[in-house]
């Protein structure tokens, strides 16, 4: 298995409250991705990094920031938690271009917002 | 835009039934095809893929061949086992022309239960 964990597991938090998830990889993989999982939706890209300090927006990118200050550690902030982002989040990584390269997904994080 | 169409589950079958699960897509470069598999409780992991037209990707009894003509990629299994039962996500990545980094797009994912 990857080496890729994600902290915490479970959060439960209020509306308005800041949250920081984070991910960690050991494989010193280049390419980063942070997902949210919601029923009838699938996977949805929220935003993803392609080296230290390059990140660029996903999908559903709003209410959401990133940073990536080490190859290892990507996180994502929730800057005023709101209850449509109570969701099941994945990091996950890849080595090269993610066009052909297969991606690596964290064990996830579910995150409640009352 | 890009979008990849599976179909509705849940789907439950019977062990040692054949199983389909029909993926289409849209895309106007040149995608790579997945199939990524969730067990319960469990994040993704790639299942087979398939890089071009005709390709066949395959693995633990899973087969899925690329078909441009019909814009699909439908994943097969002759012979289910319990252990199968999770749920299988579509997923396509365009070639990274025009500038796009080629990231992946999810079907919405069906759910498969397999009963002894």
């Known amino acids: 298995d990857a080496g890729i964990t994600q902290s915490p597991r479970h959060k439960v938090t209020e509306t308005g409250t800041p949250v920081t998830l984070r991910c960690h990889q050991t494989?010193?993989?280049?390419?980063m991705y942070w997902y949210r999982q919601d029923p009838g939706h699938g996977l949805r890209l929220i935003h993803y990094s392609y080296g230290v300090k390059d990140t660029d927006k996903g999908e559903v990118s709003d209410g959401y920031s990133v940073s990536r200050s080490k190859t290892e550690d990507f996180l994502l902030t929730l800057e005023s938690a709101t209850s449509s982002q109570t969701s099941v989040y994945f990091c996950?990584?890849?080595?090269?271009?993610?066009?052909?390269?297969?991606?690596?997904f964290g064990p996830g994080t579910r995150l409640t917002v009352l | 835009g890009d979008s990849v169409t599976q179909m509705e589950g849940p789907v439950t079958l019977s062990e040692e039934a054949f199983l389909t699960i029909n993926c289409t897509y849209t895309a106007t470069g040149y995608p790579s095809l997945f199939w990524y598999v969730q067990y319960p409780g469990e994040g993704l992991q790639l299942l087979l893929k398939?890089?071009?037209?005709?390709d066949k990707g395959s693995n633990k009894g899973f087969e899925a061949t690329y078909r441009k003509e019909t814009t699909s990629f439908h994943l097969e299994k002759g012979s289910v086992q319990v252990s199968d039962s999770a749920v299988y996500f579509c997923?396509?990545?365009?070639?990274?022309?025009?500038?796009?980094?080629?990231?992946?797009?999810f079907g919405k994912g069906t759910k498969l239960s397999v009963k002894p």
């Open positions: 996950a990584i890849s080595e090269s271009v993610p066009s052909t390269d297969t991606q690596y």
């Open positions: 997923a396509l990545s365009d070639s990274g022309y025009g500038g796009s980094q080629g990231n992946l797009i």
């Open positions: 494989e010193n993989h280049r390419y």
């Open positions: 398939a890089t071009k037209a005709d």
